[in-house]
């Protein structure tokens, strides 16, 4: 640094920085730099201008320079940086990807980053390559390799549309205190108890509890939905069988809707959903009775999302259950409260997919194409 650059500002230079510094939102070097101008231009020394602005000499030296040899906005600009070259050519870019894409290492379930370096190094003639050139090049191509997610694809056949618009017209359907749509799933939940007792909230500290817990068995969580009111109801059972569905049928017909002549059930295909599960649990006269009673309406296999009860559970879980709860008494408890106050604001889940809806978002998956 043998030349010594001065810097002789314009008035109109001035302004110009000084309507930098007084607001708005810049970079902060850019500010250092018209700093750095404005002390030049009034004198003070290198030495000086360093410490006051809290840069380096050689900040200062390359920025008074870049003023003298080009102009205030390039003394202010950023210059381009070379940076290091990128380690992996365009081919060993996509030989990464493929990899990563491909099934892992014997004895690994899946890839990571540092098996994927050392997977290059063998395929390639580099001699040692980062974990982190290895994650960055996998991001630009929105690669994980590390997660994997399930997926249960369904076969959209004419069965599967017919009993997705069913269920959809159903949805649609005005209410009727007469023939009611009643969407119905059960759900297991594990009591968890705590080995030690957590520490309450205080102010400036959050809740603490232990990481360990004890597991005090499973229960199963019975769900009703009326789909056109601002009802439901959820029963606690030990277990998920023929019986237990069949008690919730009967009570479904006799405790909830005395009344109706006919109530239509949406739910699933699990085995005990069925007529005969309530043939296996009371006399045929009982059960006949109350099948008189019910209608069944499915869901297409692997379409339970289009049983509303489903939003439903999900509410439950977010709002209820999401914490640690040790008893079945005290579950059932917690859950009635839970259900008497969602009743009471008259809460309901509103539907919007339509089977026209379907119709459009779904045309290219019906078995016929509508011409």
Known sequence: MNVRYRVELSQAERGELAALLSGGKHAARKLKRA?????????????????????????????????????????????PRQGAGRKLSGKEEALLVATACSKPPPGRARWTLELLADAMVELTEHEELSRETVRRRLAENDLKPWRKTMWCIPKVDGEYVARMEDVLDLYAEAPDARRPVVCFDESPTQLIGEVRQPIPAAPGQLE?????????????????????????KVKVTDRRTNQDFAVCMRELVDVHYPDAPLIRVVLDNLSIHSAGALYDAFPAPEARRVLKRLEFHYTPKHASWLNMVEIEIGV??????????????????EIAAWERQRNADTARIKWMFTTEKARQKLRRAYPVKES
């Open 35 to 79: 700093q750095i101008l404005l002390a030049a231009d009034g004198g003070a020394s290198d030495e000086d201008i360093a410490r006051t602005v809290v840069v380096g000499g050689s900040t200062v030296y390359r920025t008074k320079r870049r003023f003298v040899e080009a102009n205030l906005e390039g003394a202010l600009s950023e210059e």
């Open 208 to 232: 603490r509890y232990d990481c360990e817990y004890r597991r005090n068995g499973t229960v199963n969580l019975f769900v009703f939905l009326d789909a056109h009111r601002p009802w439901r």
């Open 316 to 333: 439950l879980r977010g709002q209820c259950l999401d914490r640690r709860i040790d008893a079945k008494q005290q579950l059932v408890s």
